[in-house]
């Protein structure tokens, strides 16, 4: 009787440290940063007509979309805080422009 009481408490004890030992590990990863969303419509300075087809970036991230059509866009994904974004086409400039990207929401 003394044995199966002691092997229970084993059994208990094993599974105490090992449930520990998951839910430290589990707390360790590395949260989610915050992100945002930009968005925005890409104009010829002269004409203000839309610009089609333009690849505007993120710097410093892998974040970028083409504009439409319509010259618009829109990256998703976007770590918040102060960003550089960047829109290149050949035979165009490449304006730079810096924006603050709230925490869930969008500029």
Do not use: H, K, W, Y
Not at 16 to 23: D, F, M, Q, T
Not at 29 to 46: M, S
């Amino acid at each position: 009787m003394e044995d199966l009481r002691m092997a229970v408490v084993r059994r208990l004890t094993l599974a105490l440290v090992a449930g520990v030992l998951l839910s430290a590990r589990l707390g360790a990863q590395n949260p989610v940063p915050p992100t945002g969303t930009v968005t925005g419509r890409v104009l010829d300075a002269g004409s203000q007509q839309p610009v089609a087809d333009v690849n505007v970036i993120v710097e410093g991230t892998r974040r970028g979309a083409v504009s439409g059509p319509d010259g618009t866009f829109t990256i998703g994904g976007v770590p918040s805080g102060s960003q550089t974004v960047r829109a290149r086409r050949i035979g165009f400039g490449a304006p730079v422009q810096v924006v603050i990207v709230p925490n869930g929401g969008s500029v």
